[in-house]
């Protein structure tokens, strides 16, 4: 099993450890218990900051502060395992991928690459 976890600010996939708080995250926003969504941020808990999109730099992920842009809201689909980001155009949603050991954004699709399970 792969956790996501932070070095620095840096976004990774890592090897599980526990307890490693840089593994952990909390949720904080709105759980939908009969649509199977969660709309909202994740903190890291080993250095209180939020999963952020860098839009400046080819949209790669990264710890920052917490200030509510839309590059900080998820929305995750339960059923799907997808992470949507807040960022995009409307018509254009990107989900978080995994890529090797690095995670990305890319346009949502069906792959294996594209699951996640929150735990």
Not at 30 to 59: A, P
Not at 67 to 89: E, F, P
Request: aromatic fraction near 8%.
């Amino acid at each position: 099993m792969k956790c996501v976890g932070t070095y620095h600010s840096k976004i990774e996939v890592q090897a599980c450890e526990y307890p490693d708080i840089s593994q952990e995250w909390e949720f904080k926003g709105h759980i939908d218990d009969h649509k199977g969504s969660m709309h909202g941020q994740f903190l890291n808990k080993r250095n209180g900051k939020c999963l952020d999109v860098n839009t400046g730099y080819t949209n790669t992920l990264r710890t920052a502060d917490c200030d509510g842009t839309k590059s900080q809201k998820w929305k995750y689909d339960k059923s799907g395992g997808k992470m949507m980001s807040g960022v995009g155009n409307g018509r254009t949603v990107l989900c978080l991928a995994q890529d090797n050991n690095n995670l990305k954004l890319d346009y949502c699709d069906s792959t294996s690459a594209q699951r996640f399970d929150i735990m």
